[in-house]
């Protein structure tokens, strides 16, 4: 009972959350410099057409009634329109986002094998060549850019060793897409029974995948180390082993004991990853949310850049709170009041 009261108080606070991220987008995107108007037009438009486009879009309007006919959209679902395609918001935002889900996950799952691996073995052998080794691994891991590391993969595994597809999209030039159910390609490959375009989509997802996941599993490495250090050397460990318990059963113990810190870190990376893999999605035509919202940037699509900011914020809001309710279940030391 205690836990559902907690959960019910963290729930409480969403909505006051996510007004604070649609306040932050509205202001933010219309701060930003540049007339989308006159990108529209072009610059052989004349004014008349200019104040046409201007009041078709309501940007003729003062700013605060701008913001109070945002917030009452919102209220009845609706994010608005792009200014250049006219297609609702919220629709580009379930084809988009499933992509950038999927990248998440995938790559989230392998940083989290690859960093937890690392830092276990730093920790347990902490002070050996082991430990000195994995810490140079995580160090190098961390220091190189996500994008640098992406296109040192592409000239090596692509371009060198043929090992992987062109970076030009989640299927070959020549694949044909599966029946569209969720928006997630591999999910609707697999919905639709071929094989041979989830062959495909899977092949073109190994180096973005491999990329995020190298590059943030420094950060599990990390947060593993930390924490299983202080943990294999508390007294529960040292009296499992005085047990005569067997080493697998003691790290267990010290799992237990370090698993808080590393699932936060786990839930941060999540609500990181869902707007910050925008450069790999560009570099390898990934056509996820990322990719979406900085073509809306470039095109100073207003609308689009509040959606994307107000569905990232609302996830990183959902992430956030998930892991504080996950948490205060496993740990016990969380206080409720």
């Known amino acids: 009972m205690r836990v559902l009261r907690y959960a019910r108080r963290r729930m409480f606070f969403l909505p006051v959350g996510l007004l604070s991220v649609i306040v932050l987008a509205f202001l933010l995107v219309n701060a930003l410099p540049g007339n989308p108007v006159g990108v529209i037009a072009g610059p052989a438009a004349t004014p008349e057409e200019l104040a046409q486009i201007e009041s078709r879009l309501g940007l003729d309007q003062p700013l605060w009634e701008r913001f109070v006919t945002y917030i009452g959209n919102l209220a009845q679902g609706d994010l608005g329109s792009s200014y250049y395609t006219d297609r609702s918001i919220l629709s580009e935002i379930v084809r988009f986002a499933p992509a950038t889900l999927e990248l998440v ?25 082991a430990d000195r080794t994995s810490r140079f691994v995580i160090t190098t891991f961390q220091s190189i850019p996500d994008f640098f590391l992406a296109l040192l993969l592409i000239y090596l595994c692509f371009y060198i060793a043929g090992w992987a597809p062109a970076p030009v999209g989640r299927l070959g030039l020549m694949d044909e897409a599966p029946p569209t159910v969720t928006h997630a390609l591999l999910v609707d490959s697999l919905l639709s029974g071929d094989m041979k375009i989830f062959r495909s989509a899977v092949a073109h997802s190994v180096l973005p995948v491999l990329t995020l996941g190298i590059y943030y599993s420094a950060y599990f490495a990390r947060s593993t180390y930390a924490a299983l250090v202080p943990a294999l050397e508390s007294k529960q460990v040292e009296f499992a082993r005085a047990c005569g318990l067997p080493e697998r059963s003691v790290l267990a113990y010290a799992f237990r004991q370090a698993r808080t810190p590393i699932l936060t870190y786990g839930g941060i990376l999540l609500a990181a990853l869902l707007g910050g893999a925008a450069i790999i999605e560009t570099i390898f035509s990934w056509g996820g949310f990322g990719e979406w919202a900085i073509d809306s940037i470039l095109q100073l699509d207003m609308p689009a850049v509040q959606g994307f900011i107000v569905a990232a914020g609302l996830g990183t809001l959902l992430a956030f709170t998930a892991l504080d309710i996950l948490v205060a279940v496993l740990d016990p030391r969380v206080r409720y009041d």
């Open 105 to 129: 996950i995938l790559s989230l799952i392998v940083a989290a094998v690859l960093g937890i691996g690392l830092g276990t073995l730093g920790a347990y052998y902490k002070g050996t060549m």
